[in-house]
């Protein structure tokens, strides 16, 4: 298979027995991916605005490329110009800027409506030596009622100054290529990476699915109920469908493969084996 670039997203861990595993454990065992760069999220409102910082800071101590997520959530102009100063002062230029969802009982975004206002923002006041990912959905985002609509609302985003965008996780190819070709239609010509969901837990996984409006092919589904508790049959079917996803998409034209870790290693780096992903030389720690 051509070797695709590829990135990992990571949550900031919860606890420091998660941060250890996270920066000693499985860092290590996915730079045999030679990934481009490790995103990592943020809570609604800058919830985990320190966490994200210091996972942030941590990874890119390693050597790696980091890239934090910006949300409008809660976001005024004062406090995204601060958080900017923070990571440019630890030689950070690459972020994921999203509009962000909504915390319970929260009643307005902030000074951003939408993640196009947060995007000119930083361009406007940071300059191009930023790197901006922002979000896509083929299925179309689970708060948008209309396809169209939702698809203008990306390619906004796109002509504000994003240099690139990074989908939703979708296990149905089609979808995905079909949301490029609409995009190339108005415009748009910046990569849009596919973001892959290993299973890492099926029922976790289709509880997101559902959450998000995102279709889960029924034989897939049907496939994995009849495994009851078959923790090796599992495994062994949701690596085979995710392999095959991966295949098509970068057959089909895919710029690139955005792995969605939940901050494990193990089936992101079979995944990236069995695509010839990985680099010849493993590392001393362990996935």
Known sequence: MTRVPVSVEFFPPNTPVGHDKLLNQVVPALQRLQP????VTSGAGGATREKTLATVKAIAATGAQAAPHLSCVGATRETISEILAEYRAQGIRRVVALRGDLPSGTASLGEF?????????????????????????????????????????????????????????????????????????LGVSQPIVP?????????????????????????????????????????????????????????????????????????????????????????????
């Not at 892959?196 to 559902?210: G, V």
């Open 36 to 39: 481009e760069y490790f995103s």
């Open 113 to 185: 409506r939408y993640a196009d206002e947060l995007v000119a923002f930083i361009r406007e006041t940071q300059g191009a030596d930023w790197h901006i990912e922002v979000a896509a959905y083929p299925e179309t985002h689970p708060q948008c009622r209309y396809a169209a609509k939702d698809l203008q609302h990306f390619a906004h985003k796109m002509k504000a100054g994003a240099d690139g965008a990074i989908t939703q996780f979708f296990f149905n190819p089609e979808a995905y290529f079909h949301f490029v070709d609409e995009a190339r239609k």
């Open 195 to 287: 973001g892959i969901m290993p299973f890492h837990n099926f029922h976790r996984i289709a509880q997101f699915a559902q959450r998000d409006g995102i279709d889960i092919p029924r034989w897939v589904a049907l496939k994995m109920e009849g495994f009851l508790d078959d923790a090796a049959s599992i495994r062994a079917f949701g690596l085979d469908v995710i392999t095959r996803l991966c295949e098509r998409l970068v057959a089909g034209g895919a710029p690139g493969l955005h792995f969605y870790a939940l901050n494990q290693s193990e089936l992101v780096l079979e995944i990236g084996q069995r695509l010839g992903l990985t680099a010849a030389q493993a590392p001393s720690a362990q996935p």
